[in-house]
């Protein structure tokens, strides 16, 4: 073994060295053992030699290309050294031993010395093994939004005792008025007359078969225009609602699409879906700045997805039901032009896959076209049920 | 050149670390964290760890963690699948029964109802939580070495969940008497599989011992309910409302005494191979200082954000809202241009802003109690250490993934 006896490194940069009465400080990687071993370099060969007594034959050899110094150290008066190892499967691709230096002059020559002394190794395939996993947890995800969380509820959604359903809906109802009624307690239109031309509408609808569920529907005295199904036949509408309407069918037209969401169970199948998701995604987003904003719209596209299916599919059943009362489809078609004016007050558009209801020019277009091949039809309210039933909550 | 054992038969913990590089690395790698939509948050765990663990000394001999993000990474993409499947099924299932059995949402009871749904939750999530903490546990030893050779725990996560949820139920149900059975039992169950390369850990002492740290959250229970008492009798609020406050604290300042005090006396009571020995001198004092200049910091910082965003709002505000926008209101949306700039100088701010808040938190508190409490330990017969012998490597399953997905664990 070569070993030139040079006064310091800086004189010899491109000869072998030996550092004088440094040493480090090392573990073999084996056993807890400290050796303060001897350092010398011999850069034909291009190694740092290590020289103790009780190392085998004395002396170890270190490469000076696997040489490598550990990362995010605090301490700046210390160069902890290891060497490469492709194998290794606790830590960063290196092996076990260290070499632990705290002389300036030694520290300055393996830092001019090793070539690669902060190189990240990377294992071969770790790529192809990073787009593995991600792409099952992706898949995993996807699978238990999309498919076994939606068939689940679809399941269960049905198990539920009616009467349940029914006081959940209940609920559902008070909390909305409260919350619409911005505190009022009477938000609920109760004119007897008015009530009378709603129900003789429900009853020509749903005609002498019924539903699974006794329909039981609500009028809450807002401008707002809307109608919502809650869980358990419940059925709300709005006074704007009825006061946009150009006439009695249109309500009817809409009554019946809200009761197709009833027949469907589309509220509580929604709900049990919902639940699922919400917890799993959070999970799998959350846990960083912005995290809840990536759950937030990831959720609105998931339940738009399945607001659209559910709301095409309560349009077919409300289509359906018009013509089995014979009742023209036409009144619905008019209810949708009002909405999509109103849609374009508004000055933009809302993205197909973020909107819960399928595009209104499209929805209107079905029941008109529907309403040309409908046969015979009658009004569903008399002129003056009509004028009863707009002034429900008067 | 010769054998270099430990002249001394004592070895202290030292730490190395400053304020001013851990706060840089916190920061550069919560930037990164931020543009990479939260994935670099595994590599910018371990290389704090790194920092921390090399500050960290005993005698001359640094700690080092060789664990990476990348395994951490692939860990909790694993976690993710495995709890993604339990938790969507728990929730469908606890929604489902809570309108099926337990006849929730049926009017008054409604609210109780969903609060219960709320608690089945956490509590069903309760043995995954502790199952991760002791995998975490295991993962960080395993990732942990000193003078090369690995630290380890054996395997028993389930046999931990066990116990700690009986020793949970029996606090809760001794109204948290039995606290420091609790704390004993389950440090001991760590403790005793717990190895530093051949070495086996062992914890020694008695539970009972821990009741001395008990004695100012007692303190604090007696001025809590004695001055209420006494209030409501003598129908004096002021006199509530001062014991209220000075029981609060005083529980604060118990409850990190009884920390402080449990982790000298389970440190003082265990063995390595049944040799070498430990003290630990940590002050209740001293921790409590520390907690609250790092408050006042935070406090401070806050109070400087605050300012610095009050005047960049005011300047943009001038600038935008000139007299003619308050005449004419419609020219505000014309002024995009700077809205656009303002809402990103304010939202680079903020962000800003947080992540310095975190900084002060590590630097500031983390950093200065795991110093204080570095320092605070001495090793006895440390020429044992020689001795040990290297243990076979783990290659640590879902390195910390359950935990990464449940969000325990906190800063490190």
């Known amino acids: 073994m070569p070993k030139a006896l040079l006064t310091r490194w800086t004189s010899a940069a491109r000869s072998d060295v030996s550092l004088e009465g440094v040493t480090g400080r090392f573990f073999d990687g084996e056993g807890g053992l400290r050796l303060d071993v001897g350092l010398s370099s011999d850069n034909a060969a291009g190694t740092l030699i290590l020289h103790h007594a009780d190392l085998p034959a004395g002396v170890q050899y270190w490469p000076l290309e696997a040489i490598r110094a550990l990362q995010d150290q605090a301490r700046a008066d210390q160069l902890v050294l290891t060497l490469a190892d492709m194998e290794a499967v606790d830590a960063g691709l290196i092996t076990t031993a260290r070499l632990s230096l705290t002389d300036p002059a030694a520290i300055a020559l393996v830092q001019r010395l090793a070539p690669n002394l902060n190189k990240r190794d990377v294992k071969r395939g770790t790529g192809r093994k990073i787009i593995t996993y ?5 898949a995993a995800v996807v699978l238990m939004v999309f498919v076994i969380l939606p068939g689940l509820a679809n399941q269960l959604a049905p198990l539920i005792p009616i009467e349940r359903e029914v006081a959940w809906g209940k609920t559902v109802v008070n909390q909305m008025g409260r919350f619409l009624g911005d505190g009022q307690s009477d938000l609920v239109c109760e004119d007897p007359a008015g009530l009378g031309a709603l129900r003789e509408m429900e009853d020509r609808l749903t005609g002498v078969d019924g539903l699974g569920y006794e329909i039981e529907i609500t009028v809450f005295d807002i401008p707002l225009v809307n109608a919502f199904a809650a869980p358990g036949g419940q059925i709300v509408l709005t006074r704007g609602l009825i006061e946009a309407a150009p006439d009695a069918d249109a309500v009817a037209g809409v009554l019946a699409h809200e009761i197709g969401h009833v027949d469907a169970r589309d509220v509580t199948r929604n709900a049990l879906r919902v639940a699922g998701t919400a917890g799993l995604l959070s999970m799998a987003l959350g846990d960083f700045a912005g995290g809840a904003v990536a759950v937030g719209v990831a959720q609105a596209m998931i339940d738009s997805s399945y607001s659209r299916e559910a709301e095409t599919e309560a349009d077919a059943f409300a289509l359906q039901m018009l013509d089995e009362a014979g009742v023209s489809a036409m009144g619905f078609s008019k209810f949708f032009g009002i909405l999509g004016e ?32 409908q046969g015979l039809t009658s009004l569903v309210l008399s002129a003056s049920d009509w004028s009863a039933l707009k002034g429900i909550c008067d | 050149m010769c054998r270099q054992g430990y002249s001394s038969s004592h070895l202290s913990g030292r730490y190395f670390g400053q304020s001013g590089p851990l706060f840089w690395l916190y920061i550069r790698t919560s930037l990164l964290t931020l543009v990479t939509l939260g994935i670099y948050r595994f590599w910018a765990k371990t290389r704090i760890r790194k920092y921390i663990w090399s500050a960290t000394a005993g005698g ?52 109780l109802a969903q609060i219960a749904v709320i608690y089945a939750n956490l509590l069903a999530l309760l043995p995954l939580m502790l199952f991760a903490a002791y995998r975490a546990r295991r993962y960080k030893l395993a990732r942990t070495r000193w003078r090369g050779l690995r630290f380890g725990m054996d395997n028993g996560a389930w046999g931990y969940v066990l116990r700690a949820l009986g020793y949970y139920l029996l606090v809760v149900l001794s109204l948290g008497i039995l606290t420091p059975l609790a704390t004993f039992r389950l440090e001991k169950y760590m403790i005793d599989r717990t190895w530093y390369g051949d070495a086996r850990m062992a914890q020694d002492g008695k539970w009972t011992a821990l009741y001395g740290g008990m004695k100012h959250l007692a303190i604090a229970l007696v001025i809590l309910v004695g001055g209420g008492a006494a209030a409501i009798m003598m129908e004096a609020e002021t006199l509530g409302a001062i014991a209220f406050f000075v029981g609060y604290i005083w529980f604060l300042v118990g409850a990190i005494y009884y920390r402080v005090y449990a982790f000298n006396y389970m440190m003082r009571n265990r063995v390595l191979d049944g040799v070498v020995t430990f003290d630990a001198q940590a002050e209740t004092g001293r921790v409590i200082t520390i907690f609250i200049i790092g408050m006042l910091a935070l406090i401070g910082a806050s109070i400087a954000g605050a300012i610095v965003l ?34 990103i100088l304010l939202g680079v701010f903020y962000i800003g802003f947080i992540l310095a808040l975190g900084g002060v938190n590590l630097v500031m508190i983390t950093q200065k109690v795991i110093a204080h409490v570095v320092n605070s330990v001495t090793v006895a017969n440390a020429p044992h250490l020689d001795q040990i012998q290297q243990r076979a490597a783990d290659t640590g399953a879902d390195a910390e993934g359950f935990a990464d997905a449940l969000d325990i664990g906190g800063a490190i």
């Open chain 1, 342 to 373: 109103q849609e374009s007050q508004m000055g933009f558009e809302i993205p197909q896959y973020l909107r819960t209801h399928p595009v209104t020019e499209a929805r209107a277009e079905a029941a008109r076209v529907f309403a040309d091949a």
């Open chain 2, 310 to 343: 009050a005047i960049i709002g005011s300047i943009f505000g001038a600038a935008i809202v000139s007299p003619q926008v308050i005449s004419n209101p419609e020219l505000l949306l014309t002024n995009t241009g700077g809205l656009i700039v303002a809402g």
């Open chain 1, 134 to 138: 991600l792409g099952g947890a992706v």
């Open chain 2, 60 to 111: 001359e001999d640094s700690f080092e963690y060789t664990g990476t993000g990348l395994e951490k990474f692939l860990g909790f993409l694993v976690a993710i699948v495995i709890l993604a499947i339990f938790l969507g099924l728990l929730n469908i299932l606890l929604v489902f029964a809570g309108l099926n059995v337990m006849g929730a949402f049926d009017g008054t009871g409604s609210e």
